[in-house]
């Protein structure tokens, strides 16, 4: 299941749905800059700015991990943003998740959409149970998307001296 997320690209409705490492030079470096834009890096446990190599090497180590997947995801010839899969645990039918809209060219709605494709390949293709997120407690427009799709706060907790919340979604 896993091999074949990484190895195919698929659909979503009319959004194609692209695994990191099947992306070509010019989309890896269009997500590097998204990930390196300061309204994404404000929401991210590390808000270091990351280097072409740094960035091409973390793409390279995903071929060989099964508890992470990341997704670039695509409307035609508009990028809308990208989806991740973290700790995912098969047998105990659980992963954490994350998002980011691309900012450079954020529409409305955008944070709906990719929440439904978290939704759709969690459910369709992980078969997962229970998903789980982390958000910084400060990140109001993420908390109420997720609040919106039926996720419950769990646990509160600190990373760095920040407030993160802790959520979950039995599917």
């Known amino acids: 299941m896993i091999k074949e997320l990484k190895e195919n690209n698929f659909f979503y409705n009319e959004y194609e749905i692209i695994n990191f490492i099947n992306t070509t030079e010019n989309e890896k ?16 446990v590390n808000k270091d700015i990351i280097s072409l190599d740094e960035h091409c090497k973390y793409i390279e180590s995903l071929r060989h991990n099964d508890k992470k997947l990341c997704f670039l995801i695509k409307n035609n010839h508009n990028y809308l943003g990208v989806v991740e899969f973290d700790l995912i645990d098969l047998k105990n ?31 369709d293709k992980l078969k997962i149970k229970n998903l789980l997120l982390y958000v910084f407690s400060n990140n109001k427009n993420a908390i ?12 509160e907790d600190f990373i760095y001296n920040e407030k993160i919340f802790f959520m979950e979604k039995i599917l």
């Open 144 to 155: 109420s998307l997720y609040e919106k799709f039926g996720f419950k706060t769990i646990k």
């Open 93 to 123: 039918n659980s992963a954490y998740f994350g998002l980011s809209a691309n900012m450079d060219n954020k529409r409305p709605g955008v944070g709906t959409v990719l929440q439904e494709i978290c939704l759709y390949i969690s459910k």
């Open 29 to 44: 470096t269009l997500i590097l800059q998204w990930r390196n834009n300061e309204n994404v890096r404000k929401w991210m």
